[in-house]
């Protein structure tokens, strides 16, 4: 693993919640580097699940249903 530079780290612990919660909504979208064929492979996905439903070839399910399996 590599070695985190402890200034840094304390600094970013002194910060409020409020800005540590900023801090890592940053440094996570940092990590998402999008990816223009993915993107396109789940928007046809999502296109072809709507026109499923849309024409009645694609059962649906309750949430309480769903959620009711992990109670």
Sequence with gaps: ???V?????GEA??????E????VEIL?????EPDKN???LWAE?????IKAYESSQLKTIS???VLSKYK
């Excluded at 612990?13 to 409020?18: P, Q, T």
């Design 5 to 9: 530079n402890k200034e840094i780290v």
């Design 63 to 65: 949430l309480d249903k």
């Design 20 to 23: 540590k919660v900023e801090l």
């Design 45 to 49: 996905e999502a296109e072809s699940r």
């Design 28 to 32: 996570l979208s940092s990590l998402d």
């Design 13 to 18: 612990l002194s910060l409020s919640i409020e």
């Design 1 to 3: 693993m590599a070695h």
């Design 38 to 40: 993915i993107d396109e």
